[in-house]
């Protein structure tokens, strides 16, 4: 897993710029989700979602995968962030965070210094740029997601990510040596904030190369105030630099995570274990980088719903799905291509038919929820079909989206009669899909 990983900065997910060579060969040797959607829009609802295979704010509370697969004799381990875990402070503080210690047999922490690593550091939206440590943003402050650190160790060996690696390396030759099944989650921490990588990365990437989305006055006039999510960016929307900033510092940050998973790969290979083991790639929800002015994540547009999610497994044909797959599916694709029975509470449905078959349809729709919780105002849930996104505030109002037509999401169509119809189906699969959360 990766942490804040948005599918379209990614080449196999069509972007152009950023570098990611070891994803790419995961890609080319799986079925690439093409269309698949986080149902938490924040670090903790998402990530205890995809490993119980619940959805945020249900009652239903089932065992997570790992203690399932304990049952069967496998043993599970985890190193980096697999559940929630607050950053910077946990990589700071080298804790488990929110984890849930029965999910593995074995866990491990990384600790680094984060924001307060030695390098030229940035205060993007100020533009500020010093090598001092004093005022830097770290645990707790009001700016710190618009922090990075061009870092001064060039391998980057001070940092979360490579740590996880270096462990994850050890753990896959220890399992091998015991010759038994095993299940591992690898927990990278970038492109989450603050974005530290050694200076060399930052250098693939120069500024005046960055493209940033386009600021269209009155875009979001026709949709309610609730659907902005997280707005805490608008000195970043004053500066074209500051855009082009960010940009430069999360594509520094994904190439680095990158190449730590390169490491992880390239052991699997040497182990003999590539064949007979299936490889997962994902991510807890997307992230917004100045699409229609918003940034970072906490709303239920594309940028943020929309995951990178691909699964090499051995004996079936890598390729590309438009079929529709949630989070919570991993959890019984899994036990499918294991052979092992599923929890009867678990809600995901197993995405094996789609693995052997890219244009199957398991799903409908896809449903993300945020702010579940009865006292918080600005709470909303959304379903994704094939052509079109549908978001509903409550009393605060809805969106309506062709997906067809308009893919970036710039036109709500929520009151347009050519759509009423539409609209009304929309409505009543969302009304069935919110009973599945109860």
């Known amino acids: 897993m990766s942490d804040d990983l948005k599918a379209s900065a990614l080449p196999a997910y069509g972007d152009q710029i950023c570098k990611t060579p070891n994803l790419d060969r995961l890609a080319a040797q799986s079925m690439v989700f093409d269309r ?14 995809m490993m119980r ?9 089932p065992i997570t995968l790992g203690e399932h697969l304990q049952k069967f004799g496998m043993h599970t381990s985890r190193v980096g962030k697999i559940f929630h875990m607050g950053v910077p402070n946990s990589p700071r503080n080298g804790d488990s965070g929110l984890d849930v210690p029965e999910c593995w047999t074995e866990f491990h922490n990384t600790k680094s210094t984060e924001t307060y690593t030695p390098g030229l550091y940035r205060q993007i939206n100020r533009g500020t740029v010093t090598k001092k440590m004093e005022g830097r943003q770290g645990i707790g402050t009001k700016e710190r997601y618009w922090a990075a650190v061009e870092a001064d160790i060039s391998d980057g060996s001070d940092q979360a990510d490579y740590l996880v690696a270096e462990k994850a390396v050890q753990l896959i030759k220890e399992r091998k040596e015991a010759g038994k099944p095993f299940f591992m989650g690898v927990g990278f921490f ?9 200076k ?13 989305p386009p600021l269209i006055e009155g875009d979001l006039d026709d949709i309610p105030r609730a659907a902005y999510g997280i707005q805490n960016g608008e000195l970043l929307n004053k500066t074209e630099n500051g855009r082009r900033g960010m940009w430069q510092a999360y594509y520094a940050s994904v190439t680095f995570m990158d190449e730590q998973l390169g490491k992880v790969l390239d052991e699997l290979d040497r182990q003999g274990l590539t064949d007979s083991t299936a490889i997962v790639f994902t991510t807890d929800h997307g ?12 709303n239920l547009h594309e940028e943020v719903t929309r995951v990178p999610f691909m699964i090499r497994t051995p004996g079936l044909k890598p390729g590309r799905t438009n079929s529709l797959a949630e989070l ?44 579940r919780k009865k006292h918080v105002k600005n709470k909303g849930c959304a379903i994704r079909a094939t052509n079109w996104t549908y978001m509903n505030y409550g009393d605060q109002g809805e969106v309506f989206y062709d997906m067809v037509k308009d893919p970036g999401q710039y036109t709500n169509l929520i009151d347009n009669p050519d759509y009423a119809e539409n609209v009304r189906k929309a409505r009543e699969q969302l009304s069935q899909r919110l009973q599945q959360v109860q």
């Open 287 to 298: 992230y917004h980088l100045g699409e229609h002015g918003f940034w970072q994540k906490g």
């Open 36 to 49: 698949a959607y986080c149902q938490g829009l924040l670090c903790y609802p998402s990530r205890p979602s």
């Open 190 to 198: 970038r492109p989450h904030y603050p974005m530290v990588a050694p």
């Open 328 to 371: 919570v599916d991993f959890y019984p694709t899994c036990l499918d291509l294991l052979g092992l029975s599923q929890p009867k509470e678990i809600v995901g449905k197993s995405l094996l038919p789609i693995l052997e078959k890219p244009n199957t349809q398991v799903r409908d729709t896809a449903l993300s929820l945020h702010n």
């Open 200 to 212: 060399k990365f930052f250098d693939m990437y120069p500024l005046e190369k960055m493209k940033v």
């Open 53 to 61: 295979s619940t959805y945020p704010g249900s009652k239903n509370k």
